[in-house]
């Protein structure tokens, strides 16, 4: 059943009005550890309270036991790791730290909680984040936030416990980033974005690969997608890499509140450097890398990448085409892949960015490309496109071998914010159902919204992938020009960036000066 928005609301209300003159993006960890902790620990307490039932019966050969070697039992870890349930200590159990939150060292109980449970499971090594002794949130206000998320209740079985906690971390993720402003995006793809991903690639079975997966949206909404499509959890197998260790976690405690088996490799690291999965094939890749000052890659150290060998070495900054062709690399032999890209890489001719674009073409892997509005980001202007890759168009009942689908999505959305606007479900049906039409079904190009062209009309076009180009819904800008926009507002996105981080650091030391009782 869920919770409705307006309840949804109210817990966000309550939390950030606890905050104060906290940072969002300190708070958001305290809030979503907590939410995570008492996740974890009701799904203990219900299977446990499971065995006792069947415990109780005659027919269980645990009923003919003594009542204390009945308890004994209860406390066998396989019982829990079986119904793929966590192993939660006695001291980190809800209740214990929720009749503790009053207490002066809630905080480091809480610390000691997770560092317990970390303990207790290895799939959770390295994944917790224990910070909550050094916050800076007072301690009668964390108290305050144990207590908000102590009032989420629910009964049901403990699927629908994961899909009512779920909710609330999706929300406060959402929201978090939205406080973090461009910041935000960091950590965390707009709905809009990552459902018309999954909506277009339909990943229903196999395995799943996000190369930059920040808080793992990509993975949630396609097991959504599956098991809305008559799949169970764990028809999909998923697999990531973030190279924010802080990040990283936000990734597998939303995975982990949601049931969902993970591999997000041995640790954080950068993708380009330090392959998690390098030897592995995928069947569906999406991803939405950095954009801005964190995108490019270390290239004198990868000059003779294997990634590069078949296409050509990417420019350094920004890293798009390197993106892109390590998405290619990682494909399986049918494997699609969606990848979010900045608009000017459509059209750059900059370094190897256009030679790199007509080896894809060349080779038949460019299969659909979605150019956006620009107000799809948190509080980022930068207009994107979104690039789909396969490695066999002739799996299509069409065979589309040789041809391009381009959508120009420029039009649809509505405002959410006075900065923000996002897709309707109506909107990305229409998407995810002209490219399936395109694909297996009866498809006609569509005058100002899409159109299917050969390669050989592309290669007339200087292999500008444009989406306006082909359609007609916007003039032939100078392929320069437009490489040069992104880059402008990407500098501009960058100035931005160190001038939040600068006003950060000072809001910060002028709150240690007024603890020590300077004033300005």
């Keep these: 059943m869920g919770l409705s928005n307006e309840e949804l609301s109210k817990y966000w209300d309550t939390a950030n009005t606890l905050r104060e003159n906290l940072d969002a993006a300190e708070y958001k960890h305290i809030v979503l550890g907590l939410v995570f902790l008492k996740y974890i620990s009701d799904a203990f307490s219900e299977r446990r309270a499971e065995l006792e039932l069947e415990f109780s019966n005659p027919k269980n ?29 006695e001291k980190a159990r809800w209740d214990i730290l929720q009749q503790n939150s009053k207490q002066t060292n809630i905080a480091k109980q ?33 108290g305050e ?171 350094e900054k920004p890293a798009n085409y390197a993106w892109m062709s390590h998405a290619i690399h990682h494909l399986a032999p049918k494997g699609r892949a969606g990848i979010v890209m900045p608009r000017g890489a459509v059209t750059s001719t900059q370094d190897t960015d256009g030679i790199i674009r007509t080896a894809f073409l060349d080779d038949d892997v460019v299969e659909c490309i979605i150019d956006l509005p620009g107000q799809l980001f948190f509080n980022v202007q930068i207009p994107a496109t979104l690039w789909f890759f396969n490695k066999d168009k002739s799996r299509w009942k069409n065979n589309r071998k040789n041809q391009v689908l381009f959508i120009d999505a420029r039009k649809m959305g509505a405002s959410i ?14 998407i995810g159902d002209t490219f399936e039409a395109w694909a297996n079904g009866k498809y006609e190009d569509i005058d100002g919204f899409c159109r299917s062209e050969l390669r050989k009309e592309i290669s007339k ?10 359609i007609g819904t916007e003039d032939i800008e100078s392929e320069n020009d437009e490489d040069f926009a992104t880059r402008i507002q990407i500098l501009a996105r960058e100035l931005s960036e160190q001038f939040e981080e600068s006003h950060r650091l000072e809001a910060d030391l002028s709150m240690q000066l007024k603890g020590l009782g300077y004033d300005f």
């Design 61 to 89: 050969e645990n009923f003919k036991k003594e009542e204390k070697a009945r308890k004994i039992a209860l406390d066998e870890r396989d019982y829990y790791t079986m119904a793929n349930v966590f192993w939660v200590p």
């Design 461 to 470: 076009n200087n292999d500008s992938l444009s989406p306006g180009r082909y």
């Design 145 to 315: 936030v144990v207590d908000l998320i102590g009032q989420l209740s629910f009964d049901g079985g403990r699927r629908e416990a994961s899909d009512i906690l779920g909710q609330v971390y999706e929300y406060f993720l959402g929201k978090f980033a939205n406080a973090e402003g461009k910041l935000g995006g960091q950590f965390y793809t707009t709905p809009s974005i990552v459902k018309t991903i999954v909506e277009v690639l339909q990943p229903t079975k196999g395995r799943v690969y996000d190369p930059a997966c920040g808080s793992g949206g990509m993975f949630v909404q396609s097991e959504r997608f599956a098991e809305a499509h008559g799949g169970t959890l764990g028809d999909i197998s998923i697999y990531g890499q973030e190279s924010n260790p802080t990040t990283r976690r936000l990734c597998a405690m939303n995975l982990a509140i949601r049931g969902i088996d993970f591999n997000l490799g041995r640790t954080f690291g950068d993708t380009f450097k330090n392959d998690q999965h390098k030897d592995m094939k995928f069947d569906y890749i999406m991803m939405n890398p950095p954009f801005g000052s964190k995108a490019s890659y270390p290239k004198k150290d990868l000059l003779d990448d294997v990634r590069w060998k078949k296409y050509g070495i990417p420019r």
């Design 417 to 430: 914010s006075r900065t923000q606007i996002e897709f309707s479900p109506d909107e990305i049906k229409k």
């Design 110 to 142: 809480i610390d000691d909680a997770l560092f317990s449970i970390e303990k207790e499971n290895e799939k959770l090594e390295g994944i917790v984040e224990r910070s909550y002794a050094a916050s800076k949130l007072p301690v009668d206000k964390l």
